[in-house]
């Protein structure tokens, strides 16, 4: 049996990394892309090549159309696209974050509950095998009692409509602070409590913050540090960025780095540095689960809950920033 996908919008820089993933999955086909600029459709032409392109999203809500519905446009618009397709009944993936406000991301929660639609968010962090591992090394207390994270989730600066505040919400905050979140949240099987945050314009010309830092809390009693900059060089730097997690316990110290995941521990107990490498495609594992809950084989790994977490922490972060206040969650 296959199952029919749609992306919808290519205006977020991963649809065109999910394309190909789609397209090399067994038992998946992408019935239409759904992307109304033309200059968007033009510059993906050689992805594009063979599927169906439509202007407007709503022919896609026919019933019968498509299993399943891939939301990668800007910020702001995943709203409207989400309750779209939930009255449609077609199960959701939507790109991060899920909204750029909470009360907005709320209302999305309830259409889907209310018309029994899952709803994904696209947090590939949760599928680092790094991270996994140690997720097990905390679970089993080889760390001691945790004590603090410092995280950093540096990019390129991304441009387009991600530094227009009507579409984005926000800057690098609302762009990078809430993949750390997530993963933090999923590894201690903890929330935030409270986050002290700055942010400001000290890299590029852009109305909207390229470096932040937060200082957060955690229900567990673990203090995190989290570096949200778009720091790094957009022509010289030779990947995107970097999601790298220090997790301090008393009793060793877990070094990630997600990006290309790898997992350095260093352990009193085992007196040497143990270090794990692990290569793959973390989208493309995102996407096996979307699929694989469609077809009744997997749980959703990351909800429209999630997603509502996650922001919860960038929306106290920018009172933070505004009232140079600590807040809590």
Request: net charge negative; with cysteine; hydrophobic share 45%.
């Amino acid at each position: 049996m296959t199952t029919r996908l749609a992306i919808v919008s290519l205006e977020h820089v991963h649809a065109g990394h999910y394309l190909p993933c789609l397209r090399n999955l067994p038992g998946i086909e992408v019935v239409a892309v759904a992307e109304s600029g033309q200059q968007r459709v033009s510059s993906h032409a050689s992805l594009l090549e063979g599927l169906t392109v439509v202007s407007d999203y709503h022919q896609l809500l026919e019933p019968g159309v498509v299993d399943g519905a891939l939301i990668c446009s800007a910020n702001s618009r995943h709203k409207q696209m989400v309750l779209d397709f939930a009255r449609a009944k077609i199960p959701i993936l939507c790109e991060k974050p899920i909204a750029t406000k909470c009360v907005d991301a709320r209302e999305m929660l309830a259409i889907c509950e209310a018309n029994d639609v899952p709803l994904g968010i696209c947090f590939p962090v949760r599928f680092s095998e790094p991270l996994r591992q140690a997720k097990r090394l905390v679970e089993q207390g080889s760390l001691g009692q945790i004590a603090a994270v410092k995280a950093t989730n540096h990019g390129t600066m991304p441009g387009d409509w991600f530094v227009d505040p009507q579409l984005s919400g926000g800057g690098a905050v609302m762009d990078h602070t809430v993949h750390v979140v997530d993963a933090l949240r999923w590894l201690f099987e903890a929330e935030f409590t409270q986050v002290f945050a700055h942010a400001a314009h000290r890299l590029h010309p852009i109305p909207v913050e390229d470096v932040g830092l937060l200082t957060l809390e955690m229900s567990n009693e673990v203090f995190v540090t989290l570096d949200t900059s778009w720091s790094r060089p957009n022509r010289s730097f030779p990947i995107w960025g970097d999601v790298s997690i220090d997790i301090i316990g008393t009793r060793g110290l877990i070094s990630l780095d997600l990006f290309p995941w790898t997992l350095d521990y260093y352990s009193e107990s085992a007196g040497k540095h143990l270090a794990d490498a692990r290569d793959g495609d973390l989208s493309l594992r995102m996407l096996e689960n979307f699929v694989g809950m469609i077809e009744g084989r997997a749980k959703l790994s990351a909800t429209g809950l999630d997603g509502l977490r996650a922001l919860e922490v960038v929306e106290a972060a920018y009172r933070s920033i505004a009232t140079q206040q600590v807040v809590p969650l």
